[in-house]
């Protein structure tokens, strides 16, 4: 190795400090930028080849770099509720928009990887970083909370609306005391429940049933539709029409099937009628018989052409075979004794013959089917349930039900099968009426419902439910004498427990119980109503045997109840405890609340939900309840107003109803060469072979309102800079001393 060589290996090595510096004035420069990876300089020595080790030399230098993505910057809050971090292992995905068409950002389709969080809510709805990369995840239903796909896509939150929910469940948490506080109490005389602070039955009049008293079981009610006799159809059946023209031939005999339509040979029609035929077409059911010149008979589809010219090979059979093809299925046409045609039309469809010259000639004319008139006796149980015509002569709907159609008993389908019907939630449409109201009664719970012999379809309500039953075919269900939904109600009060306090008993009813809490509920149109409690004991343990700690809970249904109308209902459940304080029964988890209506506004059934351990009673110097937990899953329509990401990574949306909402889970992917990715512009990162491909679902966690700085050490940049420079000022002593030896050596040839 030479002295030029020694020059050109310090060339190389200013270069690759050059290299070196370069990479600390970045990484020094984005000291504050961030999500920021800095990048380190690996120097890799080049020796020159040599097959004599005692005579290698070393050799020059390349600088490569050296990434350092996997190093965690430090994490630091954040007032911004969209800015994220990630904590240990992974990648945001995001994709850069190519464009703007009617101010919407138009994306490639290629995705790119960040551990820049720093986003923001842009005008459209879409969380975009500091270096203007679109934030990427998969949205979530906000009514379920649960992931809609798999696959992420740009996150775009705009102009979000969330319909309203009804309130289905209430949580409730609270302890009674044992002694309710009551403004009865204070003045009831001992030995009476009412000094206990609970109910005095006799305080309150018998419409509707007293407080705490059993009221009568609930009894069957009956629901009864119009007469449907005029709705009853009999079945279709076959009529036959004789023409009134005799066909004959030449010698006047009768003419029979194989009868010739060619005038030339021995037997053969009348001329009158052959000529009277030629070139005429008869219309039948919208399908044409024409006879032309030709001497063949073709048919296209239900189409026939009957060829009249001599030698013809049609005959009468012909005719009467052309005839059935354009009548359709059903239709026959055959011949009389007397040479009459007779068409017959089946149960499918009447026969429709044009009056036209054809027609006169052959002496037919239309044929309509029989029955399916209007039923005049009284309908009976083989009235069949479809509207076409049934085997065995039986009555048909004049509307009929056809398969698909469905009929609804108390949230409960009832589906018409063409055939092979099972259970009790189906029935082939060519069952009778009797078979249809004794399913009705199967998902009802009732029994007897019956037809009578004037028509009238009556429904019983049995002591299970209130009924209610209605029908996706309308038209089919009117046949039946009903024209809108069923509704009606059992008859008798009920179940042990239950029953209402009317306007008449509030005042004393509110100083003989204690408040039970109260939260806003909403109906399914999100209309907000006021659902009040109370707790009223009804029975005492320190009353003796045969006693327990009993309590009713009652609800508010009508605020503004006068007289005899129901102002609070009694739940119907006892809530007994034992002498610690627990809760015996319900032994579940809770009690399902049918039929709530507060202010006119229905809430169907809600579950009135208790945790383990939620309900108490437990002595209380105050003697009112007190409520721990109470609150509802129902909420008015809203729309959105914020969005902020939680330490889970799910984007939550805040409405204008006060909900907050899952709306996106953020994803993130890692790679099993994170090193070796390719650094872009923004702190944005493209796979590359070396990487491999992006992998869901890294170990990493995020945290909401949070920002990783850049990963530079300041300190360590310097004192590397100081290393460069050393480095560098070395390499160009080098070729200081070589330029001086080069001089040296010019100076021998002087």
Known sequence: MGIFDAMNTSVGGLQAQSYALQNISGNIANSSTTGYKGIGTSFVDLIPDS??????VAGGVTANAKATITTQGTISGSTVATNMAITGDGFFSIQKATGIVDNVPVFSGVTYYTRRGDFQLNANGNLVNGAGYYLMGVTVDPKTGNPQGNVATVLKFQNNFIPAQATTSIQYAANLPTQPNTAASTTASTGTLLAEGGLNPSDFSANPLPVGTPPAPYTNATVSGAAATGNIRTAYSSTTGTGTVALQNNSSAVASTTTSLDNTVGTHLASSILT?????????????VTFDNSTTVTTVGSNTTIGLGAGTTATVASILNAIQTAGGAGVTASLSASGNIQISTGTGVDVAVNSGTAATALGISSVTRGGNVLSSPAITGSTVLSGSASAGGAE??????????????????????????????????????TTLLGKIDALSGASGSSVSSGGVITLNTGTVSNLSVSSSNSA???ALGFTSTITKNRDGGGTAGTGGVVGNDISTFTKESI??????????????????????????????????????????TDPNATGTTVGWVNTGQAF???????????????????????????LGSVAFNISSGGLTQYASTSGAVTINTITQNGYAAGQLRSVAVNNNGLVVGTFSNGQNLDLAQVSLSHFNGTNYLKALDGGAYAATEQSGPAIDGASGTISGSSLEG????????????????????????VITTANSMVQDLLNVLR
């Open 576 to 602: 007994t405890f034992a002498a610690d304080g627990s809760l015996t029964s319900p032994s579940g988890s809770g009690i399902t609340i049918n039929n709530v209506s507060v202010s006119g506004q229905s």
């Open 476 to 478: 089919a269900f009117a």
């Open 276 to 288: 009277a035929l030629s070139g005429q077409t008869l219309t039948i059911n919208g399908n044409t």
């Open 710 to 733: 850049s990963n530079t050490d300041i300190a360590d940049e310097f004192t590397k800079l100081i290393v460069t420079q050393q480095a560098y000022s070395a390499n160009t002593k």
């Open 396 to 433: 048909v709907l004049s509307s009929g039900f056809a398969a698909g159609d469905t009929i609804t008993v108390d949230g409960q389908t009832l589906t018409f099968m063409a055939s092979g019907a099972s259970g009790a939630n189906q029935i082939n449409i060519t069952d009778n009426i």
């Open 51 to 56: 097959s004599v080790p005692s005579k290698q």
């Open 515 to 556: 408040s039970g809490g109260a939260v806003t509920a909403y109906n399914a149109a999100g209309t907000p109503v006021n659902l009040q409690l109370r707790w009223a004991k009804t029975d005492s343990a320190s009353l003796g045997a045969g006693h327990s700690d009993t309590w009713n809970l009652f609800y508010q």
